[in-house]
């Protein structure tokens, strides 16, 4: 990969603080959620993303409303993976629902497919355990994606512009054998997660980018990983991310992976400051989620990178 410049940023030059608003807002006891009128039917501001009870709340820098964690409102949707949502009272006309289904697949995924006949062609925002991303619905308000899971009881909430959505869950029985990372952001930031698999050099087999996603068979022989871009970046002021999987479960292989999030300047992120967030489920243990703030140079820079080394730590990993 061609670098006219880079520019290594250390932890002096970017913001990049544990997310706190949670506790700062709530305290260290979960916000209380009022109990619903109709199980069955239910306002997409009236759900949030439960399957990670504790995580802090979503920023809003990334342009949508915080979400509290409840562990009552995902008790309430247990079973009953479908419950149609809507914007109308709840005695409102259902002869043009919102469906979602999630099905686990191989990778410790999840397939997600939405029909919203009524709703072709419109954005509609995904939401799971702090990740968010957007789409946009086919003509015939369909969509279908596929999405690494970060919680074995996955809740996935699809909200559209104007309050109408639905929920799915799947039970991910084999995420723990997987480390994940993501970086998630708004628009076009020129942002992007590297991993490069031991000791591997830029744009060699095993740096695994966005312009080199890696092959999912080697992941399934545990040989290598492989990296997955959510969202339409052709839709404007998106949600977009990208999602790096490593198979620590079942590799031979010993060494480290270095992980870092990389920026191209650009005619669109020159002179601004450029926000995103890092999620990270690694060892088995629990979610680690990082807010970055970077100030980009001037537009004289175009076509140069920033490389930061922070916030991200290298996977550390042991043959099985």
Wanted: net charge negative.
């Amino acid at each position: 990969m061609t670098r006219a410049k880079t520019y290594i940023l250390g932890l002096g030059t970017f913001v990049c603080a544990l997310t706190i608003g949670y506790i700062m807002q709530f305290g260290f006891a979960l916000p209380r959620t009022q109990p619903q009128a109709d199980a069955s039917r239910m306002m997409v501001s009236e759900i949030v993303d439960t399957s990670s009870v504790g995580l802090p709340r979503t920023p809003s820098v990334l342009g949508k409303p915080a979400m509290p964690d409840s562990a009552a409102v995902l008790a309430s949707v247990e079973g009953n993976p479908n419950l149609p949502l809507a914007t109308d009272d709840r005695t409102g006309d259902l002869t043009c629902p919102v469906d979602l289904a999630a099905t686990a697949t191989a990778g410790a995924m999840v397939t997600l497919s939405l029909s919203a006949p009524c709703l072709g062609g419109e954005r509609v925002t995904v939401h799971h355990n702090g990740l968010m991303f957007t789409e946009v619905t086919g003509k015939d308000g369909s969509l279908e994606v596929v999405v690494p899971a970060l919680a074995q009881k996955a809740l996935f909430i699809a909200s559209f512009d104007n309050g109408d959505g639905a929920v799915a869950s799947a039970d991910v029985t084999s995420l723990g054998f997987y480390d994940r990372v993501a970086l998630q952001w708004k628009g076009n930031t020129g942002l992007q997660l590297h991993a490069r698999e031991f000791d591997a050099p830029y744009g060699g087999s095993g740096h695994i980018w966005n312009a080199s996603t890696g092959d999912f068979a080697k992941t399934a022989r545990g040989e290598s990983g492989f990296l997955i871009q959510l969202g339409d970046a052709g839709s404007p002021d998106a949600l977009l991310a990208e999602v790096y999987s490593f198979p620590v479960g079942t590799t031979e292989s010993t060494g480290s992976i270095a992980l870092s999030i990389e920026a191209e300047i650009t005619a669109d992120n020159c002179g601004t400051e450029v926000e995103a967030q890092s999620l990270e489920l690694t060892g088995g243990g629990s979610m680690q989620v990082h807010d970055i703030s970077l100030a980009v140079p001037d537009c004289d820079s175009i076509g140069d990178f920033l490389v930061l080394k922070k916030p991200l730590e290298d996977l550390t990993i042991a043959s099985n």
